[in-house]
């Protein structure tokens, strides 16, 4: 009963912007933080930033701060995580997690997990 959907994934040029969504349900999605992880071909699945469940408090691992932003519509029960200045080194599966209450860095404290959204950035 419990999921999450990635969505949004596809094929962008290098530069331009693309909006990942994260659809829930199955469970109380406003007292989970979300957050959004990828994983490039033959590579260790990373962590890229986290939103917090009460006040939409956002974490960014420094690689990417500036250029993604995380932002949550509770009433739509969806995550969003969009993209900006997108580079070919970004093509990777990305996936959504939650977790309930705060964000955490460890990616085992997780619960639940979405099947992933391939993004691949090539002109």
């Known amino acids: 009963q419990v999921q999450l959907v990635e969505s949004g994934g596809g094929l962008v040029q290098p530069g331009g912007s693309l909006r990942l969504s994260c659809a829930a349900s199955g469970f109380t999605f406003s007292n989970y933080a979300i957050g959004w992880f990828r994983q490039a071909p033959g590579k260790e699945r990373e962590v890229i930033s986290c939103?917090?469940?009460?006040?939409?408090?956002?974490h960014y691992v420094d690689s990417m701060k500036g250029r993604f932003t995380i932002f949550r519509d509770n009433a739509k029960n969806t995550v969003y995580l969009e993209m900006n200045s997108l580079i070919p080194e970004d093509t990777a599966v990305y996936y959504c997690?939650?977790?309930?209450?705060?964000?955490?860095?460890?990616?085992?404290?997780?619960?639940?997990w979405g099947q992933g959204t391939q993004v691949t950035v090539s002109s």
């Open positions: 997690a939650a977790r309930r209450q705060s964000c955490t860095s460890f990616e085992y404290l997780f619960n639940y």
């Open positions: 939103i917090s469940s009460s006040f939409g408090m956002t």
